[in-house]
Each structure stands twice: as C-alpha cells, then as structure tokens.
C-alpha cells in the first residue's frame, strides 16, 4: 500500500566539465514510496523551478529501464543498491523514512560531466564503432532459416546482447574499465556464426579503441557484474580474453 | 485547391512494387557521393534508412536527441516483429499478412503500401538475422514464432521481451559500421527546431545543441524524418520522455500534411495509473495475451471488496469471473486487436466491475498457463516482463494476477506521405511511425517494428533515388543563404518568446493539465460534444501557456526547462489537431471511437459511403483553422467488411 516518506539529498551540482563541482542539500516531504526515483527528482525538479532555481540536469529517456540513458550514482552504487535495476526502474519504496540519499553522476575518466548527473558517454559509441558490428550491407542475405543456431547458443548470445550501454560497468570498476561492455558485444557476435568470420578482428579493434579512449584495464574485481543492471555475466570478459589473445596470437 | 496525388503504381496489388522498382530512376556511384541526405532520428527507421543510404553511398548526416543513437524509443518495443515467412506451416502468406493488416486497420489505410509491406517483410527477418539479431529459436535451430493480436497463425519473431532493442541494436550496429566508414555523420543531442525550404524544396534543418543551446544549420539535398510518433501529446503515454511530435509540427507549418491525426492507439495492456505525480505509463507486451487470460469479477460486490482492500484476486471463484474477452469474441479470444481490447476493458470499468483502489483496472491472469506449462516456460518466455511489473507494481506476478488498464501508445496518424514517403513538400520525406501509411485507423501488433524496418532498410532507399536522381545537377548547398538566416531568426524569436514570459506555471504542470484534457475529452470514447469541449479547452491552455508558462536560465545554455517548453507549444497544437479530426470522422473506425456510431453491442461502427477517405490537414496560418483535403481510400482488391473477430 502506498506511504510517504521524507528524504534528505544530497545531490552533485556541477556547471560543466571544466568547473568544480559541489554537494547541494536538499529536503523533501511527503514523497509517495510508489514512485520511482526519477519521479521523486522530477518533484524536486519541480520545486526548484518553483522557486525560480535552476534544476538539476540528469539523463533518462524510456523510464522503463530498457534505454540505457538514465545514470545516477545513488549512494555509493550505479543505479543504486538494489540489484537488477536501472535508476528509472528504482522506486523510493525502497527507502525509509528520513533517509540521506546521495546521488552523483558516473565518475570514470572516459565519462566527462556535462552538468550536474549528466555524462557524456560518447566513447561507448565509439568502442561500437571500431568494431561492434558485422560487415553486411542491406539486401542479399540468405534466408533467416538458412543458418540453424542451436536454442543454448542463441539464448547465450541474447544474454550478451541484453546489454543496454548504460555504463554503470565502468562507472563501478575501480579501474574505470570497459570490459564487460566490450566483451558483451564481442561474445554476442563470436557465439553466432554470422559472427564468428570476423572474430578476430572485432575483438582487437574494440580493445585497441578502448585502450586508446581512457578506459583502465581489467583486474578481475568484479564490481561490473555485480553493478550490472541488466545481470551480463562476467564470463563474457573470460570470453573476450580468450578470443583476443587466439587473434592476437594469429598475427 | 491542392489535389492529393498518392503515385500509387498500375498494375495488380502483387505486381506495383516491382512495377515501380522495375521503372523507377536511380544514381550512379559516382553521383551518390555528391548528394547529402539529412536523416533526422536513429530509431529502427531513421537507423535503418541512415546506414543503409550510407552503405549505398550517400552523405548523410544523421540526428538524435539522446547522447546515443542506440537509445531511441524503439528500443522498448517488447513483443515482437511480424513477418510472413510461414515458417510454422500454418497457412500464412503475404496476401494474409496483407489482409489481417488492412483488416486490423479497420480498412482505413492504403492497400498498395499495406501489401509492400507485407512483402518486404520477409527479408526484414533475414536482413536482421545476418546482422546478428539474436531471435528466440527451437532446439532444431530454427527460427521460433509467436503470435500476436489481430491474427490467426503465428508469424512474430521474438528476442525474449526485448525484439525492439535487439532490433534497434541491430541497426545501430549498421550505422555505425557506417559512421566509422565516414559515410554517415553522426549528431547527437541535437533537436531538430526546424525544416528549412529553398524554392519550396526542403533543403536543411535548424538545429538546437542540447548541451549549450547554440543553434546550428545544416543544408542536404534532401531530408528525411524518422522522428516517431506523438503519444505524449496525452502527457502519460508508453512514449519515452523525449518523445514528441515537433519535427512533424514544423514540417506541417511549412505545408505538409499532417494525416488522421485522431487515430491514436491505446493499448489494453500497461500497467494502471497510481498518482499524480507519475511520470509515464508501462507497457506490457502484448504478447503476454498469448497466455494470460483478462478478466473483471462477475458481481460488482466482489468488485468492490477488492477495491476496498478487503479480497484478493485469487480469492474469487472461477465461477465468480468474467473473462469478457472470451466471452464476447469466442473466436479470438484474448487476442482481439488493440483497439477492442482496450474497449471491452473501459466498457468492464465504466459499469463498475473494475478493480485497483482507483477502479480503472482489470486482471491479466497467468495461473492456468502456469499450471499448464510451468512455471519455468512462463519465466523463459515472459521472465523480464513479469521481473518488469514486479518492479513497478511491488506484486509476484506469478502468484497474484497483473493489474493492467489501456494507455496511449501509438499514433497511427502522422504526416501524410506518397507511394514513395514523400510528404507534400518535395525533398522531405517520412518514415516510421512519423508517418501516416501502413496502419489505418487501428496498428496490429508486432507492426511497427516490421514498418520502421521495412521504410528505413527496403523501401526509402529506393524511392528517394527517384528523387534525387534530377537532383545530381544541384551543387552543395551553403547555409548562409536568406532562407537558412530567417528559419534560424524565427527559431530564436520563439524561444526567446517562451523564456520572456516568466509567468507561474512550469512546463510540467501545463503538460499535465494538456494530459487531462486528451484523455478526458479525444480519448477512448469520443462524442461531439466532448470534442468540442475539447476545442475550447485546449484553445484557453494555449493563451495559459503563452501567457503564464515560467522556464528558468538562458536560451544559449543547456537548458532542459526550454526544451519541454518548445514542445509542449507543438503538443498542445497536435493536441487541437487531434480534436479537429475526430469531430471531422462522424464515424467509429480502430483507434477512434465516436460514441454516436457504434452496434447495439457497442462495436466499432464505420460510415464507408462517407468517411472512406484519408483526412489530410492543411496548415493555413496562425489562428485559422486547418483545411481539409481528402485522398479517397478505394479498395480494389479487398472487400471491406465489418471486422469480425467473433466468430
């Protein structure tokens, strides 16, 4: 049944990359326990423009949890503490009455703040770029029924490609590392055999661009399985070392 | 008096689009080169037409509004894509693709495009399939199957609740094959504030910068619109957030066509308002009616203890429910289309057998399909929707039924377009859901997938040549020309017109009260009078809004206020639009239900003698109401019938 509640935030304001940014505290009453987080800061939101103050910029776009583009730090953990969810599918049900909620942007170095909770992910687009495809053009391809995939393969590159791009993974890595990003694209498509002819080339040139765009290595923590929304498997990135190294050994 | 001309191919429905592509004119390599195709939005049309332009050879500079352009709405689609490849042997064909379409439609769209459609969907499948679209299979290795509304065999292929994101996946992953290839430029955070004509051609577009609110230009030989659809015109819709209708509004000031604007799809299946404070309606695929079954309880008593809070839904008796899917279209069952679903459902609620605190609500129920099947096949089939609703709505859906009521989710109206998705400016052309064609007045499901992709990868491609191929002549264009510094002064003049009214109303609280009037008076059950309520009303929040609207900071800055406000002034005219054309169409057809014109038994009641026509919206200037041009619908090679999904 529904309840209210009254929260503290301390939320992360900051004017644009190159500024400093700073904490801002802020109290709210009487926030419905069925809405969700984003709700709660659109209340907020409210409020400030109310009171003729700038609000606070954060990203978020399907709210359903399907889009990836929302990307709050909420209390120490992307998407915050619950697991399995992204901010948008966070509802303040979760909280208790009087709680603190501090909520930040991502911090990794590939990720420079626009304003306030708003990143720019651009290098993830990047990464996909460099490789995170497979070279057919529209037209001439033969028919869907052609090419059998046995159900276990198939439903393991599905697992892979549930993926959203969020970055809560390298928002959570100490390293600031990408890899279980890169390794969900690169084991979706080495798994299937449309994928398997460019293997090899895929694999090196995401890891390459990776490297290149400020991502830190991976040490094996596993923060980003843990962190993921969208539960991709650690054994994805054991998948991309091994299909990185069979190429690199080949050249 | 504008004629409207549909360049609809000769020749028999199975033969018009290889007519067409048999006779059609195209560029050579080497002049593809020199021609710049702007495509504003990367969704499952805008990335599927923008890679694919690319590939061929084209310039093309491509526009999104989020930080990526994996992100587009049509990565929440869930359910599914239809296509009639007859894998399951049961009995499926184009012509039957076709058919249940026109038919879902409630024969309000256009056969030729209906039937491209139905043809081009088999190589949709095999196109996605090549790209690594990773589709739900049989143990054998072949491709599974589902079915969906509005039909009888099973032809939707599947990836788990997430088609529409493996889907857009896959096209992003087109595109940017594309983008690293230099072929496609891509533009992110960018809204797109207006179309700019030159010699009544559209040439180039006017261009918010999100992130600093600096306005740029861009000039191409021709522009292509994949911007969606304009649901959040109704404030709480499936639409994402940034949803909207501002590309198509724009375009319609400058004189395209804005076509059945009142054929809004609301769909039976999304998870119930529950506050004031809500920000957008969940949708729950409608796949789920494969094995859920709808029901409301029998007597208004039990209703309303469960209302009250004083019985739970497994406490009712199976004789104590009321499937009344089931009972009033024995044939279809639970998998009626859309638009008699949600119906069947208000009709349940408004007689008082609804059910959630609020009344507006009835029961989707997966314990018979989990006795049946197992817990297990349900999780494998729906897991991530029930994990969804469970996360909204804190209840087990395996254990107690879903709650679920209908919310706007689809317009199948839009800015009209030709054979060739030209709309009636030359040079600008509409794809997806943007655009008026496929569906009629009421969309199947899984249909919307297979029109994005088959627009953007297998019909725009080649229809935009024949336009383009007397274009080779025309040198870039510069955007320091009078018509790209008026399009950009007008932009400027009206923001700063917005930011200079500091009244005491936010953007939000206005959307809101735009919301409320929509879903009162142009929503499930229209009848004159509400419409003209509606006229007045929405003519009164426009003076609020323009008059009392407060966005805070600065117009060159990013500036989040500004932007809802810039469209919510375009809403707010959709919203108008929307009215105008349901009082217009005395009839009932799909998505738009006059009350006046229904059967005794409260179904769908078409006037073909007058009504059978599309209703094409002419902008005629600020304060003047739109005029209206007709494209007489004639149906060569389908009979039109009362939809009968009863027996």
Redesign the interface.
Known sequence: ??KSINITLKVWRQKDAKSKGHFETYHLENI?T???F??ML??LN?KL??E????I?F???????????CSLYINGHPHGYES??TTC?L?M?KFKDGDVITVEPWRSRAFPV??DL?V???A??KI???G????????G?????A?????EI??E??DA??C??CGACAAACKNGSAMLFVSAKVS??AL?P??KLEAARRAKAMVAKMDELGFGNCTNTGACAAECPKSISLSNIARLNREFLCAKLKD | MSTIDSKIPKGPLAEKWTNYKNTQKLVNPANKRRLDIIVIGTGLAGASAAATLGELGFNVLNFCMQDSPRRAHSIAAQGGINAAKNYQNDGDSIYRLFYDTIKGGDYRAREANVYRLAEVSNNIIDQCVAQGVPFAREYGGTLANRSFGGAQVSRTFYAKGQTGQQLLLGAYSALSRQIQKGSVKEYTRREVLDIVLIDGRARGVIVRNMTNGKIERYAAHAVVMATGGYGNAYFLSTNAMHSNGSVAIQAYRKGAYFANPCYVQIHPTCIPVHGDYQSKLTLMSESLRNDGRIWVPKKKEDAEAIRAGKLKPTQIKEEDRDYYLERRYPAFGNLVPRDVASRAAKERCDAGYGVAPSGLAVYLDFSEAINRLGKDAIKAKYGNLFQMYEKIADENPYETPMMIYPAIHYTMGGIWVDYELQTSIPGLFAIGECNFSDHGANRLGASALMQGLADGYFVLPYTIQNYLSDQIQVPRFSVDTPEFEEAERSVVEKENRILNIQGHRTVDSIHKDLGHIMWEYVGMGRTKESLETAIEKLKDLKKEFWSNVYVPGKVEDLNIELGKALRLADFIEIGELIAHDALNRNESCGGHFREEYQTPEGEALRQDEEYSYVSCWKYTGEGSAPELLKEPLDYEFTERKTRNYKN
């Not at chain 1, 990203?59 to 583009?69: L, N, S, T, V």
Request: hydrophobic share 35%; charged share 25%; net charge negative.
């Open positions: 049944m529904a419905s069925d809405s969700s984003l709700e659109d209340i409210e423009v109310d003729h103050k700038e609000p910029a990203d978020h776009d399907c709210r359903e949890g399907i889009c990836g583009m399995e969810v599918q509802h049900r626009i304003r708003m720019d992910r651009g993830y687009d996909m770029q460099a995170g495809y497979i070279s057919v053009n529209t037209g391809t033969p028919d869907a029924n090419i059998p995939i046995s159900k198939a439903d590159a599905m490609a549930t959203i791009g979706q498509l299937l449309q994928g």
